[in-house]
């Protein structure tokens, strides 16, 4: 991680930094040091995609940043280590999941495809700013867990991982 170190540096020079376009922009009220260019753009390219937002709006370096202010918070309030990483990694997770809501049309059950039964009917999940996701309740479980796995398996694309608990 680098490009994470590189941006840091940079940030502690006073550089701000920023896309313009697909390119790397620069903001300094004093020049940087050499030091902080030279291996800003050594690691331009991965400085670049780590910038770059999703579709949820949310760049790698959002998500990085995010985890890391809630580790310090659980550690402010008297976590310890792996878990403090454990709590601003469930953290990350439900963030996630809000910022990537799933919608589907009533009528039809996201999770088997079927329709709703009178014996069985369907329930919208999600907040009404997010839309509802509709399912059977017995199809729900299931259907929230690939969600889970798939925000799991983002975020570690991105660096963060699910601190090991030894549990
Ligand atoms: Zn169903």
Redesign the pocket.
Known sequence: MNAILAIAEARAAGVELGLDGDALALEASAPPPPAVIESLSRHKAEIIALLSPADDGWSALDWLTFFGERARMAAVHGLTGIEAEARAFACCVVEWLNRNPARSPSGR??????AEHSH?P?LPFGTDQTGHAW??S??WPA?HATRKADAITTLAAMGINQPRTHR
């Open positions: 059950c996201l999770g088997c495809g079927q069985d369907l399912l059977h017995r199809c259907w």
